[in-house]
Each structure stands twice: as structure tokens, then as C-alpha cells.
């Protein structure tokens, strides 16, 4: 028998691998575990990609994805999960339906539509289904500008749009709707609306072109947080911290859009240099 033996903070990603390694499960993993979590993960598809750009999306056949999420579920257990890069309905349906299954309250959508280098990540007749099945079961929902706009159906230009447009998508059934504003100008203000206020949180803007998977990395920074008891609020606040210090010291890897720094975080707060 194990004695001594520790607990911590279950958190599930269900989303595709990035061959890259600077978004998708790639980035969950690695910010789960930089947050003090256990990572684990559903691939739901694999691409071909790199700084550059998505060259192939294979995706998975929905009984194996069921069978990763079964063997994960059933015997470690699940405290919080996030979803990414669901491509189609059969997909989304299975997860949806699964996340039911075992209990699942904890959920943080990121509704994963367009890459960074603009390669479509989702069948448009998936859109639909994501509304319907993903948004009722979401905990949080994580959508940028233009996601936003997909979901409501109105465009997004000022931080009032932003205020309606997060209203539309919390009358779809998601609990916490938080709206990222960094495809904006300006500071980088996000807000969280719970269906009664909102509350909004800001943060200086980098010039940079190397933020490839900030919205996977946030997503699974917020499940993070979840997992280990936090408020909405507090997991939300501390995602915003970890992601703009991983946009602050983001890595210039090859020759398009680099990754973030999913470290810098962790070596900040402990006072090393996070340049590298």
C-alpha cells in the first residue's frame, strides 16, 4: 500500500494535438502542469502545423475519442476540464454527451473556430451544434472577438459590443461568458459577465507576433484554477496574470507566428530570468 500518497487537481483537456507544440493539447498540458495540475487529455485530432500555418487536420474517429475519454474518466477521475479544437458535430455531440455521463460541472469551453494563421479549425455546420450541446454544459465560456461575433451574431468593436455580445452567448446556456478583447486595439481588456455583472480585466498590450496558442493556454489556465478551487473570478484573474506574462516574454521560434512562454509564469514568481 501507498503511504503519504498526494492529491492534485485532475484537469482534462479535449482538444487537438499541435504538432508544433505551441497550442492545442501541446499548450494545455504544459500550463495544467506549470499551475500545479494534472494534465490529461482527450486528442480529438491531430494537425500538421508549425509557426507558419496548418498543412493537415486528420481527425480522430469519435469511438477512439469516447475510449480515451472512458479510460481517463472512469479511473482517475475528472475535478475540471477544458475543451479545444472540436472540428465537427459527431465530435462534439460524443463529448457533450460524455462530459454528462461522468459528471463533468467544471467545464471551460473554448469555442476553437480559426488558427492563428487563419486556417478554419471547424466545420461550419459544427457551429450550430456547438451552441446546442457545448454552451448549455459551459462552466466558462472563452471566446475572442471574433468568435464572439460568430456566436452572437453582431459585431464586436468596443467594449460594449463586448458587454451584448457576452449577454447573447450567456442566454445560450453558458454560466460564466468570458470575452477576450485582445483582437482589439488598445490595452487588452477582457470581461466576465455571470449573467449579472460584469467585471473587467485589463492588461498592457505587447507588440508582438509570437502569441500562436494564447487562447488554449488561457482556457487551460482558467480549468486550472477550477480544479484547485478557485472562484470564477480568481481563476480567471490568475489566468489573465499567466498569460500576459507568457505573451510578455513569448519565444521567437521559427519563422511565423512563435509560441508563448508557458514557463515565465512560474519563473517569474519565483524570480529568474524569464527571457528564455
Do not use: W
Not at 470575452?179 to 480585466?201: E, N, P, S, W
Amino acid at each position: 500500500m501507498q503511504e503519504n500518497r498526494q492529491t492534485i487537481p485532475r484537469v482534462l483537456t479535449i482538444a487537438g494535438s499541435d504538432s508544433g507544440g505551441g497550442a492545442g493539447i501541446q499548450a494545455d498540458l504544459k500550463t495544467i502542469t506549470a499551475l500545479g495540475g494534472f494534465g490529461m487529455s482527450v486528442i480529438t485530432a491531430l494537425t500538421a502545423q508549425n509557426t507558419l500555418g496548418v498543412t493537415g487536420i486528420h481527425e480522430v474517429p469519435i469511438d477512439f475519442v469516447k475510449a480515451q475519454f472512458d479510460a481517463v474518466a472512469s479511473d482517475i477521475g475528472v475535478d475540471a476540464a477544458k475543451t479545444g479544437m472540436l472540428s465537427n458535430s459527431d465530435i462534439m455531440r460524443t463529448v457533450a454527451s460524455l462530459v454528462r455521463q461522468y459528471g463533468i460541472e467544471k467545464l471551460v469551453v473554448d469555442p476553437v473556430m480559426v488558427a492563428k494563421g487563419g486556417a478554419k479549425l471547424i466545420r461550419d455546420e459544427a457551429k450550430e451544434t456547438l451552441v446546442a450541446e457545448l454552451l448549455p454544459l459551459a462552466y466558462v465560456v472563452t471566446p475572442n472577438v471574433p468568435e464572439a461575433e460568430e456566436l452572437s451574431g453582431i459585431a464586436v468593436e468596443s467594449v460594449d459590443d463586448m458587454k451584448r455580445a457576452a449577454e447573447i452567448i450567456h442566454r445560450a446556456g453558458a454560466k460564466h461568458v468570458y470575452l477576450k478583447g485582445g483582437h482589439m486595439t488598445g490595452d487588452a481588456v477582457d470581461i466576465l459577465f455571470d449573467g449579472k455583472t460584469v467585471r473587467t480585466f485589463s492588461a498592457p498590450r505587447f507588440e508582438t507576433t509570437d502569441t500562436h496558442g494564447t487562447g488554449c493556454t488561457l482556457s487551460a489556465a482558467i480549468a486550472t484554477g477550477l480544479a484547485q478551487g478557485m472562484t470564477v473570478e480568481e481563476a480567471v484573474s490568475r489566468a489573465k496574470e499567466y498569460i500576459t506574462t507568457a505573451i510578455r516574454h513569448s519565444l521567437r521560434i521559427g519563422g511565423g507566428h512563435g509560441p508563448t512562454n508557458h514557463m515565465a509564469y512560474v519563473r517569474e514568481k519565483r524570480g529568474r530570468v524569464t527571457d528564455v
